[in-house]
């Protein structure tokens, strides 16, 4: 069983950069994939990025990449999604998981989930 806490939410004006941090405990972090997801008011959760368990291999959706990198530290059980250059629609829930790659990426399923960050990207 793995815990995951998401912070570093909140509210920026367009162009602006957030950093959201995930917080793992209860289990082996490393022992995962990480990814990122989001939900905006009205839509499903989507995909947003992922990381593997060992730092060598990211995936990013269309829509964010080039702005969003994500970043993980297994030896403090930490991952993280710098956003930078935001946009009113990157408004969403933020959801941090681990669980496996294509899973993820292509079903947007995973075996842990956290509560989920607000991100509010005012015009």
């Known amino acids: 069983q793995v815990a995951l806490v998401e912070s570093g939410g909140g509210l920026v004006q367009a162009g602006g950069s957030l950093r959201l941090s995930c917080t793992a405990s209860?289990?082996?972090?490393?022992?995962?994939?990480m990814g990122w997801f989001r939900q905006a008011p009205g839509k499903e959760r989507e995909f947003v990025a992922v990381?593997?368990?060992?730092?060598?291999?990211?995936a990013y959706a269309d829509s964010v990449k080039g702005r969003f990198t994500i970043s993980r530290d297994n030896a403090k059980n930490t991952g993280n999604l710098q956003m930078n250059s935001l946009k009113p629609e990157d408004t969403a829930v933020y959801y941090c998981?681990?669980?496996?790659?294509?899973?993820?990426?292509?079903?947007?399923?995973?075996?842990?989930w956290g509560q989920g960050t607000q991100v509010t990207v005012s015009s």
């Open positions: 209860g289990g082996v972090f490393s022992n995962y994939h």
């Open positions: 990381i593997s368990w060992n730092d060598a291999f990211t």
């Open positions: 998981a681990v669980g496996n790659w294509a899973f993820m990426t292509t079903n947007g399923e995973a075996d842990y």
